[in-house]
C-alpha cells in the first residue's frame, strides 16, 4: 500500500464543485488508485476507483495526471449530505490478492450552508 | 442493488461473555473482511477469508477471536471472551475478484461490553 498524502479537513459551501486532492510519489506501475466516504457511525462506502486519465460516475469523477503521482476527487454541487470523511488509498495490483484495506485518517469534508 | 448486511445493529454484552457477529456479504462476492473501528480512531483491519480459510489476519485478531462461513451466505466473527477493549463498530465487508480496493462495507455492528 503506496503512502497517501491529503488534507485533514476541508470547508466548502453548498452548491460548490468540491477538489481533493491526493499524493502518492511512490505509486507503483499496477496500483489502482481508490476513494471512499464515510459518515459517522457508518461503514466506508466505496466511491470510485481509476488507474490513468479520468474516471466518472454518477457519485464523483477521478482525475489522474499522466504520472499518476497525485490524483484529485472532485464532488459536484456538494450539499449537506456529502459532510463525510473521504479516504484515498492507493495499491491493490494484483487482483487474486487478499486487498486488505489500510484506512489512514483522510480528509474531513464540512459543507457549509 | 446489492449490498452487504449485518446483524445485530447494537449487542450489548458484560466482560467475559462470547458475542457472534454476523453478515451476509454480496452474494457473489469471493473475499471478505471483518474490519473495527473504535470510536473516534481509524478503521482498522482485522482479517480477511478467502476460499473457506483465513488469509490474512492483524495483530488484533488474537486466539479470542475466530471467523467461520458456516453456509453459503452468511459470515460470522466470534469473540469468545469479551473485553471492554473490545467496544467498538465492527464492519464487515466483501470484494468481487477485481483489482484495486473496491470492497462494498456493511453498516457495521455496534459492540458494547461492560
Known amino acids: 500500500l503506496a503512502k497517501t498524502t491529503q488534507p485533514i479537513s476541508m470547508d466548502s459551501y453548498e452548491g460548490q464543485e468540491v477538489n481533493i486532492t491526493c499524493s502518492h510519489n511512490?505509486?507503483?506501475?499496477?496500483?489502482?488508485i481508490t476513494w471512499y466516504q464515510q459518515f459517522p457511525s457508518q461503514g466506508p462506502r466505496f466511491i470510485i476507483q481509476g488507474y490513468k486519465t479520468k474516471v466518472t460516475n454518477e457519485v464523483a469523477s477521478l482525475f489522474i495526471p499522466a504520472d499518476r503521482k497525485s490524483s484529485t476527487l472532485s464532488l459536484p454541487r456538494v450539499s449537506l449530505s456529502d459532510t463525510a470523511v473521504y479516504y484515498c488509498l492507493v495499491g491493490g495490483a494484483n487482483s487474486g490478492g487478499y486487498q486488505k484495506v489500510t484506512f489512514g485518517t483522510g480528509t474531513k469534508l464540512q459543507v457549509i450552508p | 442493488e446489492p449490498e452487504v448486511t449485518q446483524t445485530p445493529s447494537h449487542q450489548v454484552t458484560q466482560m467475559g461473555q462470547e458475542v457472534i457477529l454476523r453478515c451476509v456479504p454480496i452474494?457473489?462476492?469471493?473475499?471478505f473482511y471483518w474490519y473495527r473501528q473504535i470510536l473516534g480512531q481509524k478503521v482498522e483491519f482485522l482479517v480477511s477469508?478467502?476460499?473457506?480459510?483465513?488469509?490474512?489476519k492483524s495483530e488484533i485478531f488474537d486466539d479470542q477471536f475466530s471467523v467461520e462461513r458456516p453456509d453459503g451466505s452468511n459470515f460470522t466473527l466470534k469473540i469468545r471472551s469479551t473485553k471492554l477493549e473490545d467496544s467498538a463498530m465492527y464492519f464487515c465487508?466483501?470484494?468481487?475478484?477485481?483489482?484495486?480496493?473496491?470492497?462494498?462495507f456493511g453498516p457495521g455492528t455496534r459492540l458494547t461490553v461492560t
Open positions: 477469508f478467502y476460499n473457506n480459510e483465513i488469509s490474512e
Open positions: 465487508a466483501s470484494r468481487p475478484l477485481v483489482s484495486g480496493y473496491e470492497q462494498y
Open positions: 452474494s457473489n462476492h469471493l473475499y
Open positions: 511512490n505509486i507503483a506501475t499496477n496500483d489502482y
